[in-house]
């Protein structure tokens, strides 16, 4: 009886708080989208009349919109350098690493330059900022409310679900995409809160906006079978595209952090070429989030060299927006280029296989899921989206085979990473998509024995013999005068030896092959190095530089810290 209560009681304030997450991550999220449409329309409404410069059919004045957006988030970023980008990696890091702590003037810095960035035309999402939104105003509640790490850190991926849901109307999909991107596609009993929040972040949106997803789609959409090895052409392509441009995104970013320009005018100069481009195509969503132009692909109204080359136009002004430093997402990005590709690929066998018969509508709903799966290595999210996006099961064949495809070869070139985890990576942590992390949130100084059993080299393996048998331990760090390690000596070094062997030095037989590990090292790095060292035990040491013995790790230790780090991980 008593089991049965704390059940109840735990799972009511699971769901009450998961409830709450959602209700904030919606509210979050209908904040943002007005604070974008109010710079917006400043920008275009008030600023762009006054610079109107008219060449020809092409106004000029466009061009210092964003740079001028930029200009301004260059000023915030001095200040708060974390903003930049997406905010995806920060609630991974926040999550996986941090307990679910994401400090609320951060939270705000963000949310003001994401709106100046979009509102002024930077070529940019709101989708992973809002997610972002409703993950980091979640986190602050639960502080409010003391809960515990476990329930922080499942608030902020509920939060992150809210405010996916709520952008595109897709409950199932903002759910999946938290799991798949924050848990790595790890399906646990924390599937119920997070669904729950999903639901009221969607409801939330629906009732205070009426519509989520701007764009409108096709209906009565459908392939015939003979397509769908297109459909599987089309998602090897597009995965192909997906992880060089996730490269090149970071590519660009290294470039301007290199550059020895002030660091207020990166953004600045990312925003002029953002401008640059965007004056060329300024009906056609290269500018801001460009749910404009996917309208137009979805219906046909757009030709071929037209579809890549706004294609490639995007992927351009992205890379300056995003890589300048300036604070925006790459999901709508990512969904606008997938879509341009994709109906492309439709038109052109439309051109040299008419007898098909190939709607490019449904082939730009199959670029979009194949290139934002090989970005984001977040396949069902794709699949569910477009599910719900269109109300129909009729191309979800097609969808399923370039999504797949596309995340299978995007993963053969990013080799584990996603466009999220490439910037975690680039901070030293170890993750790889697809693969729930557990042993890589727990250090080796918190599992280490810090007095640990040692052999020094002046002892005899006679002597050794004698310490397994008194401490029952198989394995030992060898060190010198200094208690500095040098070797590491176990059973195996000893059982095989004939007695008359057994009064030599410890320090005669060490081999020279060993591992030893460092305290800021994950329990993650030092399974992976007695592994390879086909040892059961690292001494621990302060440096590569300096030896110095300062604990142990055995493989037991590990063991010990995974159970503990998946308890971590759900709520039960």
């Known amino acids: 009886m008593a089991w049965e209560k704390h059940y109840v009681r735990k799972w009511t304030e699971v769901l009450l708080f998961s409830f709450l997450a959602g209700l904030v991550g919606g509210l979050g999220a209908v904040v943002f989208r007005f604070l974008i449409a109010v710079i917006h329309g400043f920008f275009f409404g008030k600023v762009l009349p006054l610079v109107t410069l008219q060449a020809g059919n092409f106004n000029l004045g466009y061009i210092l919109l964003p740079a001028t957006g930029a200009l301004l988030v260059g000023f915030i970023v001095l200040r708060y350098p974390g903003i930049k980008g997406n905010g995806i990696p920060e609630i991974i890091e926040a999550v996986i690493f941090k307990g679910g702590d994401i400090p609320g003037s951060f ?73 798949e991107v924050v848990y790595m596609g790890a399906f646990s009993i924390n599937l119920v809160p997070i669904f729950l929040s999903a639901i009221t972040g969607n409801a939330v949106t629906l009732a205070l906006l009426k519509r989520a997803f701007e764009v409108e789609i096709p209906t009565n959409l459908g392939n015939t079978l003979v397509e769908l090895p297109f459909f599987f052409l089309l998602g090897i392509l597009l995965g192909v595209i997906a992880a060089f441009y996730a490269r090149f995104l970071y ?31 300024p009906r056609y969503g290269v500018f801001g989030i460009g749910y404009n132009g996917m309208r137009l692909a979805f219906y046909g109204k757009l030709g071929i060299v037209l579809l890549l080359v706004l294609a490639l136009a995007k992927m351009l002004a992205t890379a300056l927006t995003i890589g300048s430093g300036q604070s925006g997402g790459i999901f709508a990005p990512s969904l606008y280029i997938g879509t341009m590709f994709g109906a492309a690929f439709g038109e052109v066998l439309n051109l040299f296989l008419p007898s098909i018969h190939a709607n490019p509508a449904v082939y730009a709903l199959a670029g979009m899921a194949a290139f934002f799966s090989g970005m984001t290595q977040a396949p069902i999210t794709q699949i569910l989206m477009v599910t719900e996006l269109t109300r129909s099961y009729a191309i979800l064949p097609a969808v399923m085979t370039s999504a797949t495809m596309g995340f299978l070869s995007a993963r053969l070139f990013l080799r584990g990473d996603s466009v999220y985890t490439m910037k975690l990576t680039r901070k030293g942590y170890h993750i790889k998509t697809g693969k729930p992390v557990i042993l890589e949130t727990i250090s080796v100084r918190e599992i280490m024995t810090r007095e640990p059993v040692y052999v020094t080299a002046d002892m005899t393996l006679f002597e050794v013999e004698h310490l397994i048998a008194e401490t029952g331990h198989d394995c030992f760090p060898v060190v010198n005068e200094g208690m500095e390690v040098i070797g590491v000596i176990g059973v195996k070094d000893i059982l095989k030896k004939p007695t008359s062997l057994k009064r030599i030095k410890v320090g005669r037989v060490l081999g020279q092959d060993y591992g030893v590990t460092f305290p800021a090292e994950t329990a993650q790095d030092a399974l992976e190095k007695l592994v390879a060292y086909n040892q059961n035990l690292l001494p621990v040491v302060e440096s590569p530089t300096n030896r110095k013995l300062l604990g142990v790790v055995t493989k037991r230790d590990i063991y010990k810290a995974y159970y503990r780090g998946l308890e971590g991980m759900y709520i039960d």
Not at 251 to 278: M, Q, Y
């Open 107 to 179: 939270t705000i810095a963000k949310i003001v330059a994401t709106s100046i960035t979009i509102g002024s035309g930077g070529s940019a999402g709101r989708e992973g900022p809002i997610g972002f939104i409703g993950a980091s105003l979640t986190s602050l509640f639960a502080k409010w409310f003391g809960l515990s790490k476990e329930m922080k850190k499942l608030l902020v991926t509920c939060g992150l679900a809210a405010g996916i849901a709520g952008t595109f109307n897709t409950p199932l999909a903002g759910a999946m995409f938290a799991l």
């Open 251 to 281: 590519g660009i970013f290294d470039s301007f952090s290199a550059s020895r320009v002030p660091e207020w005018t990166k953004p600045f100069i990312g925003g002029l070429g953002v401008g640059v481009i965007g004056f060329l195509f």
